[in-house]
């Protein structure tokens, strides 16, 4: 059963920079595909990032594309968000997800494992 918890969220500037972190526990990390989404206030929960068990594959949702950069550790059971160039329109509640995967899959959706979110908040 993993559990994860993301921190690094906070309020930043049209523009600026902010590095969000997601650190899991009770699994083997490695077998893992992790992604992030994101849930703005009145909006569905969209897919923001993946990246694949051995970190070889990602993949990204077309709004973030070259903005954004997912990373991961298996050595320390952490996977990272890097966001540069945030928008107002990137405002929202991050959340780090987990799925298991036999290969070096990058899915966007049937994620069964979520964190408690951290909120990110862009000002114009």
């Known amino acids: 059963h993993v559990q994860l918890v993301e921190s690094g969220g906070g309020l930043v500037q049209a523009g600026g920079s902010l590095t969000l972190s997601c650190v899991g526990s009770?699994?083997?990390?490695?077998?893992?595909?992790l992604a992030w989404f994101r849930q703005a206030p009145g909006t569905e929960r969209e897919f923001v990032a993946v990246?694949?068990?051995?970190?070889?594959?990602?993949n990204y949702a077309d709004s973030v594309r070259r903005r954004f950069t997912i990373s991961r550790d298996n050595s320390k059971n952490t996977v990272s968000l890097q966001m540069n160039s945030l928008k107002p329109e990137d405002t929202a509640i991050y959340y780090c997800?987990?799925?298991?995967?036999?290969?070096?899959?990058?899915?966007?959706?049937?994620?069964?494992?979520w964190g408690q979110g951290t909120q990110v908040a862009v000002s114009s």
């Open positions: 997800s987990a799925r298991y995967t036999v290969t070096g899959a990058t899915p966007t959706n049937g994620y069964g494992y």
């Open positions: 009770g699994g083997t990390f490695s077998n893992y595909a």
């Open positions: 990246i694949s068990r051995a970190g070889r594959v990602r």
